[in-house]
């Protein structure tokens, strides 16, 4: 009876597919679930082998099944590099096709699971990714795995020198990428579901300030300069010259966060970490590169000896809330570098950062996972009709000059922007998630992020460390706070790039917040 009741305990404990072919392994190609019950049950006339061979049965299944209670993780790249031709435009800049690669982009994936909860975060070396793409490759990963949509994160790293796949343009080749990039997200994660082992966990964080800056100043004599649209008043600017620095505009965030993935023999398997930090560009216009968040990856691989693996080592680095930061330091002589040189340099000084912080990391493998994901809605800032009047005739002559490859002024382009946005819904639902691994809390937003939002998160937070990755989930612009959207500034001025309600980010914040509350009510 005992065993028949453990038997029963087992079933109820094999959600993951993968449980549920190692139970038809081991129980037989079609046999009903209760099968070796019966078997036993019916033991009196039966020989004492059979019943022997039902209790080895049913020991190996106890701890097949024990096994997979404890931590897994897997972790894959998918190369994500468009061909050259793709557009690397953007809502605001223009910079053309793609005439040369420097270095391959990847969709760099993680999956986690705890035997209960399984959930994947991926991070892809692009510049900004559309709601749907991601939902497109959201439901080729559902389709093929079961694992649901709602346990997948994909975020953008926002590296400049990247195609922006959020439908810029309806050239045939521009709309091919878009696909492409979806089945390559998609197969990441299939890769890195195969690669699921047993695995061990651990995190931790440093300070890195040397290249945060707050690029939103207050300037003296600011509000006699027009805005696009031809408005004055606003107090502050973006990246300002070196002249009338009163102060910046807000704050930085110097955490670089560390989440690292080993085999249980102590291998490396993978290292997600965080950092504030735009992107750093320096890189020639037209060629396609990772930026610094492909050099971390390659570095820190470097550093833990865990190159040519099998199967490959993933590094990992997401982007925090660095929506108004940079590594400028507008308070002192500005630095030339040469070509790629700057990402090189904070590439490598990031990883060597990280290493330093897993050299004294504890890794464990009992951790339990939780995750949510809600739909927020939220207004878009559409223009009024005063606004229309004066996009019109812009965005008319505008439109003759881009089809004859000219490039555009910028009130052309916000005139531009503000046709684009009128076509917008009046509302979207913008996906936010929270994940917990133990008693730390990752969240995520569809926004270029503040860093000022990101440090109320972390200060808020009832989980012992958290972070945040901007640009997951879609693609929202940029996330002022309303004070923020009253000192105005490039974030703020309404397109694509700066789309959402002036009360969009306390929205938000709450609602992060309040799923990291929920996972950590625990
Ligand atoms: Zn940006």
Redo the contacts with the bound molecule.
Sequence with gaps: MEECEMAKVLAGRQAGEFAALERRALLGSGSPRGGACRAMLGAPRRSVQRTRTAIAVLTLLFFSVSAEAALRAGAATSNITPSMGVRLDGTIMQIGPAKGIHDELHARCLVLDDGKERFAIVVCDNTMIAQFVMDDAKAIIEERSGLPSNRVLISAT?THSAPRAIGISDEPEDTAYLKFMARRIADGVQRAINNLAPAEIGWGGTEVPDFVHNRRWFVEGNEKTANPFGEKGEKVRMNPGRGSLIKPAGPVDKDLFVLSVRHTDGRPMALLANYGL?YIGGIPSGYVSADYFGVFADRIQELLKADRQDPPFVGIMSNGTS?DINAIDFTAPRKRFKVYERMTQVGRATAAAAFEVYRKIEHRSDLSLGMREVELPLRIRKPDAARLEWAKPLFASGQVKFDAGKRLTRPEVYAREAMQLKDYPDVVKIKLQAMRIGDLGIGSIPC?VFAETGLGIKGKSPMKSTFTIELANGFYGYLPTPQQHQWGGYETWPARSSCLEVQAEPKIRKAVLGMLEELGAK
């Design positions: 926002h735009h929506g270029e």
